[in-house]
């Protein structure tokens, strides 16, 4: 009897183990050596129910984790998942935000990118990243030729759709926490849809615009149906104007 349950009890802690968990940190140059328009590392293969965390380190840094295409390196794919901005100060040191994203298909390639355009498109400067990606053929690196040979008048990818979950790979919580001066903004929330900008006082999800529709889907990044996404991108144009020159 006791020797049942203790085996009942080994192989509940070794499901638990089984879980396997990778870190990718945000916003760091390999090795932790500063801020950079990088994802590190910058591809990572993940069977079925591992968990990636993202890890917004980098300082000051302001990114997302927003899924895209092979074809189309720099634009949220329709339905795809997308962290919203993470904006960490110059000279943070702990507090840094994660995001917890759960392989649910270990089948196919996941791609993401960074959808900042302040100072540049960050996806343009290589912030780019894989999951599960193939050796041959629609390899990362031909994604990240891809996405550095997008001219920069032609980037659309900065209004995304805030989501937790996209084909391949979901969430169940929003990124965070968002503590001392790190914010957030456009960041999806659990009810699904709405989006928000959240600081220390609000949590990890701010003042939502949505009433918990599902993210509708988007191409391009240009989103005619969601009313959040259209105000992210009427703020996304007045930073740029704004020039505020935020890695
Ligand atoms: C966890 O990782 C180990 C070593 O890479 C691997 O053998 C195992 O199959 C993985 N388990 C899961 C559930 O992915
Ligand atoms: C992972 O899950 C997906 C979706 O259910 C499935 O198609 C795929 O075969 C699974 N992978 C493995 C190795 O079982
Ligand atoms: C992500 O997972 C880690 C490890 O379990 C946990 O400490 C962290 O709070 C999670 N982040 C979020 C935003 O849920
Ligand atoms: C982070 O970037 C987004 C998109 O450019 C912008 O709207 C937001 O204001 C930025 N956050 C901060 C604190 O600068
Ligand atoms: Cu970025």
Known sequence: MRYSAALAALAMASLASAQNATTVVVGLAPGGAGPALAF????VKAANGTVITFEFRGAPGNHTVTQSTFANPCAQMAGGFDSGYIQIPAGTTEGFPTWNLTITDDSKPIWYY???????????????????????????????????AIPPASFSGS?????????GASATAAPGPFSGSITGFAIPTEAG????SA?????????????????????????????SAAANGAVVLLSMVAGAALL
């Open 159 to 167: 209004a995304t759709a805030p989501a937790l979950t996209g084909p």
């Open 114 to 148: 960074c959808a900042q355009t302040v100072p540049s498109p960050h996806c343009i400067g290589g912030m780019v990243g894989g999951i599960n990606t193939p050796d041959t053929g629609n390899t990362y690196e031909n994604f990240l030729a891809a996405a550095k």
């Open 193 to 196: 849809g709405a989006s928000g």
């Open 40 to 43: 590190d590392p910058p591809t």
């Open 199 to 227: 600081s220390a006082s609000g949590g990890a999800s701010g003042t939502g615009s949505g009433s918990g529709a599902p993210a509708p889907s988007t191409t391009g990044g240009n989103n005619n149906g969601a009313m």
